[in-house]
């Protein structure tokens, strides 16, 4: 298996260009999560799913778009890039609901793709 | 609003000594997750504690989870240079979408 698989691993992109960051997870999982990390601060979730075709907003969704037309494809498009938008981006998947109808929540985290906007 | 603060946020410590890093949560959860981070790489699971009480170990690492004090506990026995990385507490944000609250993380520095 190689897990969660990110592309790419490091991209500049000027102010107001448009660009969408790739992930795909091989483990068959139903939830998948996209997060920013920020220096010295915890990772903050943009956006999740939890299967393919739903998807829904999470703590810092502006400036982010999201689709999931298939189990193993979460694409994170950001559209108008803006320099508050430079941070490191992990995508990261979970099995999903278990017997207490909760997340499971232990997640598996993809390697990363750090992003500068200038 | 769920918040989860760790402390302290930097450990410079010496070979050989322990110590412990807390991370409080402010509201009720019984599931809480520790997550190392060395530089440039991406977050690596360590522990997942599931109830009141849970205690787990990993050579070094030893993590515990009290949900009535709304506190969990790492707890580094004898460190060695190889654990130093940014250790994150994360919690269990509720609700179904199972997303986790994340704390700025602890960043360990172990010097011979």
């Known amino acids: 298996n190689a897990g969660v698989t990110q592309t790419p691993k490091f991209r500049i992109l000027k102010i107001g260009q448009s660009m969408t960051l790739q992930c795909a997870q091989d483990m068959n999982h139903n939830y998948m999560y996209w997060y920013r990390q920020d220096p010295g601060m915890g990772l903050k979730l943009i956006y999740y799913s939890v299967g393919a075709g739903i998807t829904d907003k999470g703590e810092v969704p502006n400036g982010y778009n999201v689709s999931r037309s298939t189990t193993e494809d979460f694409p994170l498009r950001l559209e108008l890039a803006a320099p508050s938008q430079t941070s490191v981006y992990f995508c990261?998947?979970?099995?999903?609901?278990?017997?207490?109808?909760?997340?499971?929540?232990?997640?598996?985290f993809g390697p990363g793709t750090r992003l500068t906007v200038t | 609003e769920l918040k989860v603060e760790q402390n302290p946020l930097f450990l410079s410590m010496q070979e050989g000594k322990n110590y412990t890093i807390y991370c409080n949560y402010s509201t009720t959860s019984d599931r809480l997750y520790w997550y190392r981070q060395d530089p440039g790489k991406s977050l690596e699971s360590l522990f997942v504690?599931?109830?009141?009480?849970a205690v787990k170990q990993e050579g070094r690492l030893m993590a515990s989870l009290d949900t009535k004090a709304r506190l969990s506990t790492l707890h580094i026995t004898a460190a060695v240079h190889d654990l130093s990385a940014t250790y994150f507490c994360a919690v269990d944000g509720g609700g179904s979408q199972g997303n986790l609250i994340f704390g700025k993380g602890t960043k360990l520095s172990v010097k011979p």
């Open positions: 990261a998947s979970s099995y999903g609901l278990d017997y207490r109808d909760r997340g499971v929540g232990e997640q598996y």
């Open positions: 504690l599931l109830s009141n009480g």
